[in-house]
């Protein structure tokens, strides 16, 4: 049913009196919106197909991963994903970014080994991304591939293997470093790995010795900074590795800080009562920069979409709070084909970005003074009080100056996409 967006003049005069009312509180919405249109959101690819890739049409996913649903009309080439992300990107405020996966290569129908791939097979990409102003971030694909049936790819035990993978990685970062050249922002590229053991395992630390000393020949060539940046990723376990996971937490920091990369931080690969609000400070005092995925968990790592939750809030603001949002990379990492892909891209970044906003929003300096003034009800009181404040008249107006659809206007876009286009893909 289509949905009536609020008149201009409606959403200014309640932006107006919202505006005020945090005024009262010593703070500048003005300033909350600028800085909010400045950081940009990596929109994941694989949303878009279910993580299919363009390797092969009969690929089948692995590597612990799987996405339920089968809603109609999902990406079956590369430039109908591009199309869909351009939808996508015209409902969300701001300019963001995209993150690319290996196995969408264009290689123009030739088979080409994924150690084997170079930046060529990514020029469509290239030439996309800089007609949008779009950087992309990059992963090497270690999963869905015969190489990688075992469980195990960077720490596996066959140095042949062993090898394939490393030497994936390895192009994987030149080709990281060629979209960081192209597009003049730099290309983080993060490594996640599915290795592990379903049951418990009897040496659990050779897999981990050799997972160190591949990372190491991956990352032997030092690229600038200015183009390029490594990010390692950790997970708690996956379908196939639910006792054992060679690159755990402890594992991925130690690495992090002894080879000062950034550190990837998953909302869905801890446990189900964890939250990575927590870890982003922390880190932080020891590594260069953080790599985030945002996604939402739900009983496991299952990848939902995001929604306005507390632990998406509580991870927002600890990034804002702590002056640290030039030092944290926000990516987005879940996939669901049970409902419009396009939407679920939507929805996520609009959360994503909401959540800072409300974390933009806050009296920062009066809590921090609170604080040191062990007026700990007084914090708690302000805190409580902020949940009940306008934001979300901040929000509709930065929508409209932004010139994406306000509220939930936005799916007459999705509605009218999908009979247009989504409906004619077999």
């Not at 049913?1 to 200014?12: H, L, R």
């Not at 990107?89 to 994924?114: C, D, F, T, W």
């Not at 990059?138 to 596996?156: I, K, Q, V, W």
């Not at 594992?251 to 939250?275: I, K, N």
Request: aromatic fraction near 8%; hydrophobic fraction near 40%.
């Amino acid at each position: 049913m289509p949905t009536s967006a609020p008149t201009a003049k409606q959403v200014e005069d309640a932006y107006a009196l919202a505006r005020d009312r945090y005024a009262l509180l010593g703070v500048d919405t003005e300033a909350a919106l600028s800085r909010l249109a400045q950081i940009p959101i990596s929109l994941h690819c694989w949303q878009g197909d279910d993580v299919g890739g363009f390797e092969s049409p009969d690929a089948e996913l692995g590597g612990g991963l799987a996405v339920t649903g089968n809603y109609p009309g999902k990406a079956r080439n590369a430039d109908e994903l591009r199309k869909d992300l351009d939808k996508a990107y015209s409902l969300i405020p701001g300019k963001h970014r995209l993150n690319l996966h290996a196995i969408y290569a264009e290689a123009g129908g030739q088979k080409v080994e994924r150690n084997k791939l170079r930046p060529e097979h990514f020029s469509r990409w290239r030439d996309w991304a800089k007609q949008n102003s779009h950087g992309i971030d990059f992963n090497p694909t270690c999963f869905s591939h015969p190489l990688a049936d075992s469980g195990f790819t960077l720490s596996h035990a066959d140095p042949k293997v062993r090898q394939f993978w490393i030497e994936h990685c390895i192009v994987s970062r030149q080709i990281g470093e060629y979209f960081g050249r192209e597009l003049g922002t730099p290309c983080v590229t993060n490594i996640w790995i599915p290795d592990g053991y379903k049951d418990s395992p009897a040496d659990r630390k050779a897999p981990r010795e050799r997972l160190r000393d591949a990372l190491d020949q991956v990352l032997a060539t030092k690229i600038d900074p200015k183009y390029h940046l490594d990010a390692v990723e950790a997970k708690l376990f996956g379908i196939g590795s639910e006792s054992y996971v060679v690159g755990s937490h402890e594992f991925y920091l130690g690495y992090a800080v002894t080879r000062q990369v950034l550190l990837c931080l998953d909302a869905g690969h801890f446990h189900p009562t964890e939250t990575i609000a927590d870890k982003i400070t922390s880190a932080l005092l020891y590594v260069p920069e953080l790599l985030l995925h945002v996604s939402r968990g739900v009983r496991w790592d299952s990848d939902h979409v995001v929604t306005l939750t507390d632990d998406l809030q509580a991870t927002m603001q600890e990034i804002v709070r702590s002056g640290s949002l030039d030092r944290v990379h926000i990516g987005l990492d879940f996939f669901d084909g049970s409902i419009n892909r396009i939407g679920a891209w939507v929805i996520g970044t609009r959360n994503a970005l909401r959540a800072l906003l409300m974390a933009l929003l806050e009296p920062i300096q009066q809590l921090r003074d609170l604080e040191q003034a062990e007026k700990f009800g007084e914090r708690l009181s302000l805190l409580e009080e902020l949940k009940g404040l306008p934001f979300g008249a901040v929000w509709d107006y930065h929508c409209l100056r932004q010139n994406v659809p306000v509220g939930f206007a936005y799916t007459n876009d999705l509605a009218a996409y999908e009979a247009n286009e989504l409906s004619k893909r077999s």
